[in-house]
């Protein structure tokens, strides 16, 4: 199958899990890449949906439960992308069940330009704290019912 892009050690972000993760949205965007303009392949575009669903509600918490572990302080603002990745992977999901045509470009575009760049703008920017077990010293992240995170 035409490969449209390939993972590489250059987006790790120094998890395996969380690499694991972004694989997948590696692999949708190959699944897709040959969908894009070809007719009657609704059934695989919509298996990618699914698999993208997965991801969202997977990945998003995995990862902002390893950012706040490893006292990166920006998670709060990396929370809010992903909740709008979120809204609109689950906008799309809506759109499909009320009969709505999904365009494999239109999928392909959104995985592109929205997720693949946030894993390698954003996602890299908690390489250097994901492997940290240290507990924060300031206790920044201490629930208010005393527990850390
Ligand atoms: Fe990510
Ligand atoms: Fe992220």
Not at 29 to 51: C, F, Q, S, T, W
Not at 92 to 114: C, M, T
Request: aromatic share 10%.
């Amino acid at each position: 199958m035409m490969q449209f892009i390939e993972w590489t050690t250059q987006m790790s972000v120094g998890s395996d899990v969380l690499d694991g993760h972004h694989k997948m949205i590696i692999e949708c965007l190959n699944r897709l890449y040959p969908l894009i303009g070809a007719v009657g392949r609704d059934a695989e575009i919509h298996a990618v949906l699914a698999k993208l669903e997965d991801f969202v509600l997977v990945h998003f918490s995995e990862e902002e439960q390893c950012m706040k572990k490893g006292g990166y302080l920006d998670w709060q603002a990396h929370k809010e992308q992903h909740d709008k990745m979120y809204d609109i992977v689950f906008g799309l999901k809506s759109d499909v069940e009320h009969g709505r045509e999904l365009d494999a470009k239109k999928l392909f575009d959104i995985i592109y330009n929205w997720l693949l760049q946030h894993i390698l703008k954003e996602d890299k920017k908690y390489e250097k704290f994901i492997n940290n077990t240290v507990n924060d010293p300031h206790g920044v992240w201490v629930r208010s019912n005393g527990r850390p995170y």
